[in-house]
């Protein structure tokens, strides 16, 4: 990357209105809906701030889900508690602005929300990624994601273990 990026939380100064990453409905969410969910705590969003023009360069945003143990690939759930569910955070959307395209920052915004899930100090076992279309599924797989039972385009991401110091 050549422009250097600061991830924060989306906060009132950031100008959302001239955010344009092409897809409608991402566009409309981060114009029109992101302030309702962040007040009503049903998401959070973190904005990449380009640091030369403070401009929004991407966002996403991240919320606690959990995923029916039956629809983890068999391999994977066997090595889980038996439990009904299990804990996850959940990418709920993510979009890079045109203008900043082929940076490479929708992988290091990716990257960013696994490293904030699995620093959590709420448990979650993976990062769920629910891809609008084959292109983006096709985005997360090239990151390590792994299909959910039954939907080509749900998948997850387990998160590493926690190391445990005494």
Same mark, same amino acid.
């Given at each position: 990357?050549?422009? @250097?990026?600061?991830?924060?939380? %989306?906060?009132?100064?950031? +100008?959302?209105?001239?955010?344009?990453?092409?897809?409608? /409905?991402?566009?409309?969410?981060?114009?029109?809906?992101?302030?309702?969910?962040?007040?009503?705590?049903?998401?959070?969003?973190?904005? *990449?701030? $380009?640091?030369?023009?403070?401009?929004?360069?991407?966002?996403?945003?991240? @919320?606690?889900?959990?995923?029916?143990?039956? +629809?983890?690939?068999? *391999?994977?759930?066997?090595?889980?508690?038996?439990?009904?569910?299990?804990?996850?955070?959940?990418?709920?959307?993510?979009?890079? +602005?045109?203008?900043?395209?082929? /940076?490479?920052?929708?992988? *290091?915004?990716?990257?960013?929300?696994?490293?904030?899930?699995?620093?959590?100090?709420?448990?979650?076992?993976? %990062?769920?990624? $629910? *891809?609008?279309? +084959?292109?983006?599924? /096709?985005?997360?797989?090239?990151?390590?994601? %792994?299909?959910?039972?039954?939907?080509?385009?749900?998948?997850?991401? #387990?998160?590493? #273990?926690?190391?445990?110091?005494?």
């Amino acid at each position: 990357m050549t422009t @250097a990026f600061i991830v924060e939380s %989306l906060a009132p100064h950031h +100008d959302r209105a001239t955010f344009e990453s092409g897809v409608e /409905a991402l566009d409309r969410y981060f114009h029109a809906q992101v302030g309702q969910d962040l007040r009503r705590r049903v998401s959070a969003c973190l904005v *990449a701030v $380009d640091r030369e023009t403070g401009r929004v360069a991407g966002y996403y945003t991240l @919320a606690m889900s959990a995923v029916f143990l039956s +629809d983890l690939p068999e *391999a994977t759930a066997r090595r889980l508690p038996r439990y009904p569910s299990v804990p996850t955070a959940r990418l709920g959307r993510l979009a890079v +602005d045109e203008r900043f395209r082929g /940076a490479g920052l929708g992988g *290091a915004l990716l990257w960013d929300a696994v490293e904030r899930a699995a620093a959590s100090e709420v448990a979650a076992f993976a %990062l769920l990624g $629910d *891809a609008k279309d +084959d292109g983006a599924a /096709a985005f997360y797989r090239h990151h390590g994601f %792994l299909t959910l039972r039954g939907d080509p385009r749900a998948l997850f991401l #387990p998160l590493p #273990p926690v190391v445990t110091r005494r």
